[in-house]
């Protein structure tokens, strides 16, 4: 196969800001460029996050030549992607070849979680999606968020890097599009806002804005689940969900694959802030089940267990349609425990096409904890990153004009 390797057969898009599970190859590969860069993807999928491999032992593990091998390191290399670090162990006879792992020690990055309500977290990690350094910053009401909130806190964490600054990344709740504008964020209450532009512009670094709910499942998919076809919920101040088929992430016509929160299950239901009765939200909403607990006390197991019923039937219908076979609930602990995955597990099976699916649809709680979105985003920049034209990428050029923490202000 050698230069015309195919790690990879996914499916995939190459518009700025498309989240891919994995390192995706690209699809064509008759430019140079796109070789190496293909070469470059597959030697990160293999050494991603810690493992560490010789040079032969790359080329063999991905078929690609000795030569093609060497080109790609010694380029990674040159970019600060990877570092060499000690030699194999000598079982075998011959020399031993020196290892080759990522290099975790040059590169930061800055990734920001806004989906939580009146806060808002960033990390600084490195290329393999570690939290080095963590901040969290409370504001009093969403509406307090603004572009100027958010740069204050970019600027806020390049300050405490050791390292380059690789990029930015944020998360966001709601939709945003390839360009990094927030299409519409009623949590955050944005709406049509050129995040992504205006970071780009105050920190001259590559910037990207993504959807919260990819870009944990983004970190899901790489650090706790290998299944390729899975719908992963989030359930925080609102509800949303992330769509995972042949490991690519649905974005959908207008950037908003997986808005769940403001369906319909019951038009007599309550009111919800977007001004329909009855949506997703106003059922299982963290916030709304805390509510209907503390009315009740007694009751919350049950209220629980039928909040797990309510998302496994909805989810019933995309889960046959797409031949899903796993469900991922990531939520806080208190109200998304083993009553609410019990209910949901029962109803998603008992409403989902049995003719299709042969086995049971697994519902299980997301067991990456809090900073899940954090790691997902930072690692959707890296993967951006690498896919930037030569020309345009910092990545690809050697010292001195890589980017610092001092050089990264406008
Ligand atoms: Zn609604």
Redesign the pocket.
Known sequence: MDQQLQLQQHQQGRSSGFLRPLFTTVTSQSHPAEIRLNNCIAILNLLFPTRSLSRAEISRRINLSRVSVSQAVSDMVTSHLLVETGHENGKRPGKRGTLLRLDSAYWNIVSIDLSQPSLIRGAITDIAGHILIHTEKSIPSTSTITVRTIEDECERLIHTASGHILGIGVAAPGIIDSEGTIIDSSHLGLSHVHLGEQLHHRFACPCFVNNDTNSALLAVRLFDDPTPNMIFVQITRGVGAAILINDSIVIGADHAAGEI??VIIDQNGPL???G?HG?L??LIAAGRLRTAIAHQPHEKQSILHAAGRQLGRVLAYPASLLNIDEITVFGPLDVIDSSFVTGATEAINSFASQRIIHRPITVRRCELGSDVTLIGESISVLQDVIRLPRKQSRLWKTHPSSPTKEDSHV
């Open positions: 929160g403001h919800c802030d977007c329909k949506c939200e106003t």
